[in-house]
């Protein structure tokens, strides 16, 4: 990361809601903050399957090999941003807000979380919502920029 560069990864429902991470990639780059993951120029490539594939991604690349590369992103970030359109926290955004905090990034969320994947273990339910620092609407992405200039 580049000495002031702020570096962050989206995390959120690919499948659900793509449409909304594109925005919110946008705003970040609008923002000057760089998004190490996920690169959604030309959308996913199997968007109504569990797990999405996006068209910039290695189609020869096995799901896991997908999934520990954009973990490692995570790593390098400088905070890792919680997408979670109406408040919801699937399965994989879970486990990334997990990873993240274990590796001492930063958790934001777009908005205050409202419910978690059914099949989430109520502890780890409890640890998880200890886990967001600050939430920051996508609106306020851009605002946060223009205050700085």
Known sequence: MNEGQMETVISGSFRKYLAE???????????????????????????????????????????????????????????????????YVGRSAATEMAFARLNNVPVLTAEPIESFSSDIDSAALRYLRH????????????????LKE
């Open 21 to 87: 991470i594109k925005k919110v990639v946008q705003s970040f780059g609008e923002a000057g903050i760089t998004v190490l993951a996920p690169n959604v120029g030309e959308g996913a490539v199997n968007p109504d399957e569990e797990f999405i594939v996006l068209a910039e991604d290695d189609p020869t690349k096995p799901e896991r090999k997908l999934e520990m590369e954009f973990l490692e992103k995570i790593r390098k970030a400088s905070f890792l941003y919680v997408a979670d359109v109406g408040g």
């Open 131 to 146: 886990t967001v620092k600050d939430v920051l609407p996508v609106s306020e992405i851009k605002r946060e920029r223009e």
